[in-house]
């Protein structure tokens, strides 16, 4: 079933995150469907977030999708090279979004090795969000799409992920945004192959999680 509306205007970014372990994500371009379970995910929260792209309200022709309805996808170029996908969430002009970091392969695995130009799969074959997009033929013309629609979406399909097998660390390659960068935002399955990187710090269960709020941080 095709994740409703009101899954994506919740404005707590950690915990749809996390929520979104488990959940399937598809593409239909052209006739072309592809599925791929979500393993991994990072949060940004926004204007008080350092590491957001909207830290401070910052608002471009780029970031404009992040301040969209929840339920709008949000995909940036990174280094000039690689396409990554983010899900909004929340309410209009509150710029929260989920970065997809990782997942496996479902369905529409042969086009995905074409995509990606590798005869087979394997742990790492989308072990990371740039990799995840161009197997799943996600790029920036998807920017602002809405993922209620046919092209790009996210389904449940009742995958359970249990607490204890939830990892939760510190973001991967946010250095510059100083304490924002200990936050621990960033979420996957401990009993999946496909994580994007190694961990950046010791990582905690998610039972054990620190005692901070997300209005605390």
Not at 141 to 160: F, M, N, P, V, Y
Request: aromatic residues 6%; proline residues 4%; glycine residues 8%.
């Amino acid at each position: 079933m095709k994740l409703p509306l009101n899954f994506y205007s919740r404005d707590d970014v950690v915990k749809v995150s996390r929520q979104l372990l488990g959940k399937v994500l598809c593409s239909n371009l052209r006739g072309r469907i592809t599925k791929a379970v979500i393993t991994e995910t990072e949060a940004y929260a926004g204007i008080n977030d350092k590491a957001s792209h909207a830290f401070g309200g910052r608002r471009t022709d780029r970031t404009e999708p992040m301040y969209g309805q929840g339920g709008t996808a949000y995909v940036y170029l990174c280094y000039g090279i690689h396409h990554l996908f983010n899900v909004v969430v929340g309410d209009v002009d509150v710029p929260l979004a989920i970065l997809i970091r990782a997942a496996e392969p479902k369905e529409g695995i042969d086009i995905m090795r074409q995509r990606r130009k590798k005869p087979r799969t394997g742990k790492v074959f989308l072990a990371g969000p740039g990799t995840l997009s161009q197997a799943l033929g996600i790029t920036t013309k998807l920017t602002g799409a809405c993922l209620l629609e046919d092209r790009i979406w996210i389904e449940d399909q009742q995958i359970s992920v249990k607490t204890r097998d939830i990892i939760v660390a510190p973001r991967i390659g946010v250095d510059y945004a100083q304490e924002d960068a200990n936050r621990p935002y960033r979420f996957r399955i401990a009993m999946r192959a496909t994580a994007s990187t190694r961990l950046r710090k010791p990582c905690v269960n998610e039972r054990c999680i620190v005692k901070k709020t997300v209005d605390q941080w």
